[in-house]
């Protein structure tokens, strides 16, 4: 399952000198960015004098009562890579679950836009941007494995908006190169939300805007409700992330490249500050949602379209349709109904539901239409299924007219 | 313009004119002409107009753009793209003042016909309702080559043609101007060849994926000079 893509297993003196940075350290508590500053030719070659202990020896000893997990029953919930949404039932059945999910750490370099050959060294849970879906009732826990796979460059941890307390977790999960934790959190609120990695100052938007985030869906126990209270269900799921990136450019204007995972935290500090994207993408990359991989449906099938944006404000349109059902916020308050663009506040993830009434090709954009074209921020629904004249017909094919 | 002025200075010397001072490289063509079914031979170049072909025109003061390659590329070996058929018409002028000859794009007829050995069948249409012809041509099949890349990194034809199956879409002079298909003067978009024939209006440079645009669009533009072959 762990593709150890990294080249940077290899330098091991390098790798240490890295672990050694984790002195700086207690950096990731502070909010201070643990590697500030620090360039790849200025990296000394010593090794550090001493490691930190433990990480047997940090466990905080317990002082608040244990956790009551009676009544809960244990299940594993095998993670699947976006677009797609792990097995899950839309109303729960039985009673309230530990959902135990395992996500690995994994740093690899992706090309984000095969025309110009632009790649990011990627922060990823389990090797995909966005990170995976995961799903739950509300009541239910999330017992979570991270692991950092043993050849990362960087510590990384993760801060999940549907959780409370600790940063989200954040704060109890951080792990470096070789290392593990497991979180449990409960599932209070229903609705879609993000998590992301939070390692501390500068390092949370270099590791965010790098594809390090995710959305978790707390379902209602009962399912889905439009306002009246009627049960509303799908037949798919399209989990869509938009990934802002901001890639450095050389004097000449070409996309840098860089040898190992984190190489480029300066240039890409720079180029974050102007807050102007380079990129903004859904599904990692360029055209990752179109073509041979655009999204498939039927006429009459109803799609949930869940829209993850850790960062930054974004509006997804569904041309050619709507959004017949809008979660913009939880799922505690009725849905929007007939919506045509919905607005995602950075930092959140949405649902919009939708039932497909025509065949043909629907582009799925962020409606500031600059980012879709020309940063990326497009994905493609091929619906197949029977035309309907009554909703739409071209009455007079385009034809020359008297002048 | 100052092609004007110095016409009375081109003079042919060995490979290359000599054209106000400056050495025009003499666009080389593909080792056998292209023969249509009808008889007419088309002499083709063989490898797209190149960035140090394009710089040569931009120095001259005949083309707007100045184009550069990646640090890591050689101009001369690199395709020009991010042509607009407003920039490919400034070349084609150029080149033909310069050199006293009468280059031009092809037809979307002659592209298909010489390209036809090197590129992949079309594939069916997605949709066979009429009414969904405006979708029917969105490719579902996987699109490998769009990373712009030296000449020669594709295919070549049994006339010598080098690359038409590449990353580099290439105008055509035939005109899109409509499903009515009318004659037009002031025409909108024109057709390019490539893995697939496109219409791209006149003015873009980059046909930017995405948005609302149905299909997957062209990766790069670029041009590919022809000319008749002189009669003997």
Request: contains cysteine.
């Amino acid at each position: 399952m762990t593709k150890f893509m990294n080249p940077g297993l290899m330098p091991t003196s390098r790798r240490n000198v890295l672990r050694g940075s984790v002195l700086a350290g207690a950096a990731a508590m502070t909010g201070a960015p643990a590697f500030a500053g620090q360039r790849h030719a200025a990296v000394p070659k010593t090794a550090p004098m001493a490691y930190f202990s433990d990480a047997a020896e940090q466990q905080v000893k317990a002082e608040a009562a244990p956790a009551d997990l009676s009544g809960y029953t244990r299940v594993k919930q095998e993670l699947v890579a976006p677009p797609f949404a792990p097995a899950h039932e839309q109303v729960a059945t039985g009673g309230p679950k530990i959902i135990e999910i395992t996500m690995e750490t994994e740093e690899r370099l992706m090309v984000v836009d095969e025309d110009t050959g632009a790649s990011i060294w990627a922060f990823t849970y389990n090797g995909s941007v966005p990170g995976p879906l995961i799903i739950c009732h509300q009541g239910d826990m999330i017992e979570l494995t991270l692991r950092n796979p043993v050849d990362s460059q960087l510590e990384h941890n993760i801060d999940f908006h549907a959780s409370t307390g600790a940063l989200g977790g954040g704060g109890l999960t951080h792990v470096y190169p070789g290392e593990e934790t497991v979180l449990r959190w409960k599932a209070t609120k229903a609705g879609c939300f993000t998590y992301h990695c939070a390692p501390g100052g500068a390092m949370i938007p270099y590791h965010v805007t790098h594809g390090m985030n995710g959305a978790v869906m707390v379902l209602p126990r009962d399912g889905l409700k439009d306002a009246e209270g009627n049960a509303l269900t799908y037949d798919s799921i399209a989990y869509i992330g938009e990934q802002d990136y901001y890639l450095p450019k050389d004097e000449n204007g070409d996309y840098r490249t860089y040898e190992y995972a984190g190489d480029d935290y300066g240039d890409s500090l720079d180029e974050m500050r102007t807050l102007t994207p380079t990129h903004s993408v859904f599904n990692g990359a360029v055209g990752a949602l179109t073509g041979e991989a655009a999204l498939r449906a039927k006429v009459g099938e109803t799609v949930l379209m869940i829209h993850n944006q850790a960062n930054r404000d974004t509006r997804p349109h569904l041309i050619g349709g709507h959004g017949n059902y809008v979660w913009e916020t939880s799922f505690s308050s009725p849905p929007l109904t007939d919506v045509e663009t919905w607005f995602v506040r950075g930092g959140t993830a949405v649902a919009a539901m939708y039932t497909f009434e025509q065949p043909g090709v629907y582009a799925y954009v962020n409606h500031n239409l600059i980012e879709a074209t020309l940063l990326g921020a497009a994905a493609h629904f091929v619906v197949e299924g029977e035309w309907d004249n009554n909703l739409m017909e071209q009455v007079v094919a385009p034809r020359a007219f008297a002048t | 313009m100052p092609w004007l002025v110095g016409l009375a200075a081109v003079a042919l010397i060995g490979a290359v004119f000599l054209y106000d001072d400056a050495l025009v490289p003499t666009p080389q063509m593909a080792e056998n002409p292209v023969i249509f079914p009808d008889g007419t031979a088309l002499n083709v170049q063989k490898y797209e107009v190149t960035v140090a072909e394009w710089n040569v025109c931009h120095a001259a003061g005949a083309c707007t753009l100045n184009l550069r390659v990646a640090k890591n590329r050689t101009e001369s070996k690199m395709p020009a793209t991010g042509l607009s058929y407003l920039d490919v018409s400034q070349y084609l002028a150029w080149i033909n003042k310069a050199t006293d000859q009468n280059f031009r794009l092809p037809t979307v007829q002659e592209w298909k016909f010489m390209a036809a050995e090197v590129l992949p069948d079309t594939p069916d249409p997605i949709f066979t309702d009429p009414q969904l012809s405006w979708a029917s041509s969105y490719l579902l099949e996987p699109q490998t080559k769009r990373t712009l890349m030296p000449q020669g990194t594709f295919a070549t034809t049994s006339q010598g043609i080098v690359d038409l199956n590449g990353s580099v879409w290439e105008w055509t002079k035939d005109c899109y101007s409509g499903a009515s298909k009318r004659t037009v003067n002031n025409c909108p978009a024109y057709f390019v060849g490539g893995e697939h024939i496109a219409a791209v209006p006149y003015l873009v440079r980059d046909p930017a994926r995405g948005g609302c645009a149905v299909g997957v669009p062209p990766a790069h533009l670029g041009m590919r000079l022809v000319h008749v072959k002189p009669s003997h």
